[in-house]
């Protein structure tokens, strides 16, 4: 097997004798370590918390804003919480960290209590503004007109900028949902209304559940435990039915998109064209393997036309609404991942063409009605478009160009393609623009950089460093990370893993190991940002003599379709063979004692960890599962459906993948852990696992927690991750 090792090597060093040296260094708790744990702020790396008003960078802080030095890093106040209360005549605000400046030209701040939402003039020392919104969920605020939509007792209402509330709905209800995310969080979906430039327009969700079947959670929590079911369409089931509505404000009049039938239908990734009169929606069937892009006039309802069709033999995956060029109101960037890599394409709504039948080499057919041009290419995920910068009309981008385990930022020419780094190159960076996308700030780390923040220029690439953290762990017995790939299963592809080797480390001796695994779809494990993206409980379990390691097989994120699309109708299986090459090069180091292997994960990583242990009963002695899948057709049916189809047209696949009948080949200690409510992974999986092992005579061990969900909140994951060390110290030690 070829190994390769590289990145840096996060070694704690001193000039003291190792005796000594470890003598004075501090010992990590969870209290430290784990989100949830009452010094996990402390432990955290320091930040600064800024935004943008207009292209001036401003700081916020509990107490008090102003303005950031954007070569410096020095702060200016501008005005204080308490003079924002002074003015507020009892609209008292508790904090100012989550102060915005929506007008790039105007000195207004906005600021909410959670009763009355306010606009602050720091100038003029007054409230210019101010609008109720007292009981609002789901509030989207638009800063143009000043209007709110929000959802209250099931109903869907605006609030203008006068004050005046109008309810637009009237049979909301637990089974019509209205003004939220539908389709369970899929295609990137995560807001339910959808504002026009002028805010004088909602688009909005509309969601049929009452057809869908509930799942019993209940509530122990009462006198007498009480009902308290979820809508779950599980996989192979009836989902529910969404419609899209149109509300205008200048006419009070709603109306519903003419879409069809929304039976087994999904409609995603709302854009609105910047005249307002124009609704796009990307279109999938329920097999989730073709996709049209359809324009709808906002006024009428009614179809006006086919902008792009997309199929594929696997499935085809929408998560990005259509983007129109700031200084072009006929051009819009799509993103698509039909070259096999998730890229951007300028498509031109002036030109249109006749619509052939291209394919791809990764099973994918695609028709285009309107020309269209490649923007960016290359064997490279574009990971986000930022924004754009209308001066010189470019967007910029987040990808791994770089490498698959980093995230750099890039100016892309809009006409010519042509990319311009606007990072150091290395680590994985998060942009945000200035209101004209002149200027971005990046919050960044790397391995051995907790974290950075710089200021670039858009068009120069110019940087100014404004804010370093110092390392949050100095002073601690920290052990070493490191990072390298090792060959997937196939022979061919770069798998890349992180290895977290025991506080003190000695190479002649021999340590217990813990395989960390996810390995699903939507996720990673393994970046180069600070530490390798490493959970802090890993250097828990290292403060405690453990080796952690932990491999993103193929079927994880970012790698592109044929790495991502390997898993498709058969979960578990490819992973299973990736995370057992992983084993294979455990079993190649001298240190590691392969007679003392454990293995752990959450949610496709829970269902990762039982797949293991009943697989290769023999290699891991110790397992802990956290909210498992046991069998996929008792999971969602958008996620279960587009990776494994429905269980009447596969299976055989369906047969394979279940745990269920593998609760006979459990022969390590095997403990699974739920939230007694999960609305996620629910409980029925644990619970027929656990009922299939009495029937064999397996003896895996329970936890539950009650009234929790798909994770454990709050101080509750403190619990947690100490009951998985416990359960690791009792048996794999």
Not at 348 to 361: A, F, G, I, L, M
């Amino acid at each position: 097997m070829r190994i390769k090792t590289f990145g840096y090597a996060l070694i704690v060093l001193s000039m003291l004798p190792a005796m000594t040296m470890h003598a004075q260094l501090k010992q990590f708790t969870l209290e430290d370590l784990n989100f949830g744990g009452n010094n996990y702020y402390n432990m955290s790396p320091k930040n600064m918390y800024i935004t943008w008003w207009g292209d001036r960078l401003m700081y916020q802080d509990a107490e008090e804003t102003g303005t950031v030095n954007m070569k410096t890093g020095e702060r200016k106040m501008l005005f204080t919480l308490e003079e924002v209360n002074k003015a507020s005549d009892g609209d008292k605000v508790r904090s100012m960290m989550n102060v915005r400046y929506p007008y790039p030209d105007e000195p207004l701040a906005l600021l909410s209590n959670g009763k009355r939402r306010i606009l602050y003039d720091w100038q003029k020392k007054t409230v210019a503004w101010r609008q109720n919104c007292e009981g609002e969920t789901f509030a989207d605020w638009n800063s143009k007109s000043r209007t709110v939509a929000f959802v209250k007792g099931h109903q869907l209402f605006v609030t203008d900028a006068d004050g005046k509330t109008t309810q637009i709905t009237t049979d909301g209800s637990r089974d019509i949902v209205y003004g939220q995310a539908v389709h369970r969080n899929e295609f990137g979906i995560m807001s339910g209304t959808f504002w026009n430039n002028d805010g004088n327009r909602l688009a909005f969700y509309r969601m049929d559940q009452s057809m869908v079947t509930d799942y019993p959670q209940v509530n122990t929590f009462a006198r007498i435990a009480g009902h308290e079911p979820d809508k779950y369409p599980m996989a192979g089931m009836t989902s529910h039915k969404v419609t899209v509505g149109v509300h205008d404000m200048n006419t009070g009049k709603t109306i519903y998109l003419n879409a069809g039938d929304p039976t087994d239908r999904y409609f995603t990734n709302i854009a609105w064209s910047p005249d307002s009169k124009t609704i796009y929606i990307q279109e999938l069937n329920r097999d989730q393997n073709k996709m049209r892009l359809v324009s709808y006039d906002a006024e009428t309802g009614n179809k006006r036309d086919v902008i792009y069709e997309e199929s594929s033999d696997r499935y085809v995956e929408p998560q990005h609404p259509i983007t129109f060029l700031p200084w072009d109101n006929g051009k819009f960037i799509m993103q698509s991942q039909r070259d096999g890599y998730n890229h951007l394409y300028v498509v031109d709504t002036n030109t249109k063409v006749y619509p052939d039948t291209h394919r791809t080499d990764f099973g994918v057919a695609y028709r285009e009605y309107y020309k269209t041009k490649q923007l960016t290419s290359g064997n490279f995920v574009v990971q986000e478009a930022v924004g754009f910068n209308a001066k010189k009309k470019s967007i910029i981008i987040l990808s791994n160009e770089k490498s698959p385990i980093q995230s750099n930022l890039f100016a892309v020419n809009t006409t010519t393609g042509k990319r311009t780094a606007l990072d150091n190159g290395r680590g994985v960076h998060h942009g945000v623009l200035s209101a004209s996308g002149a200027l971005m700030y990046d919050k960044y780390s790397e391995p051995d950089v907790p974290r950075n923040i710089e200021i670039a220029n858009t068009a120069t690439a110019k940087r100014d460093m404004i804010f370093s953290a110092p390392d949050p762990w100095a002073g601690y017995n920290v052990p070493e990370y490191s990072c390298g790939s090792i060959k997937a299963a196939d022979g061919i592809t770069d798998l890349y893993y992180r290895m977290v080797k025991p506080v003190n480390f000695d190479p002649a001796k021999k340590y217990p190991t813990v395989v960390y695994v996810y390995g699903g779809p939507h996720a990673h494990n393994v970046d180069a940002r600070w530490h390798y993206m490493s959970r802090s409980w890993e250097t828990y379990m290292a403060q405690k003599g453990y080796l952690l390691f932990i491999l993103d097989n193929r079927g994880s994120e970012n790698r592109g379709l044929a790495f991502e699309q390997a898993t498709f109708r058969n979960l578990g299986q490819e992973e299973m063979k990736d995370q057992m090459k992983g084993v294979e090069y455990l079993r190649s180091l001298p240190y590691v004692d392969t007679d003392r292997l454990g293995v752990h994960g959450w949610s496709f990583g829970g269902f990762m960890t039982i797949s293991l242990m009943t697989h290769y009963p023999d290699v891991f002695k110790v397992g802990v599962a956290g909210g498992p899948v046991t069998d996929w057709k008792w999971y969602e049916v958008m996620y279960g459906e587009r990776y494994m189809d429905t269980p009447e047209s596969n299976p055989e696949g369906y047969k394979r993948t279940s745990l269920i009948d593998k609760a006979k080949d459990l022969k390590g200690r095997l403990q699974i852990i739920i939230g007694m409510n999960d609305p996620t992974v629910v409980p029925q999986h644990a619970l027929q696992f656990i009922n299939a092992c009495t029937e064999a005579g397996t003896q895996p061990d329970f936890f539950v927690y009650p009234g929790e969900g798909h994770n454990m909140s709050g101080h509750k994951s403190v619990h947690l991750h100490e009951r998985i060390t416990r359960y690791f110290e009792d048996y794999l030690k």
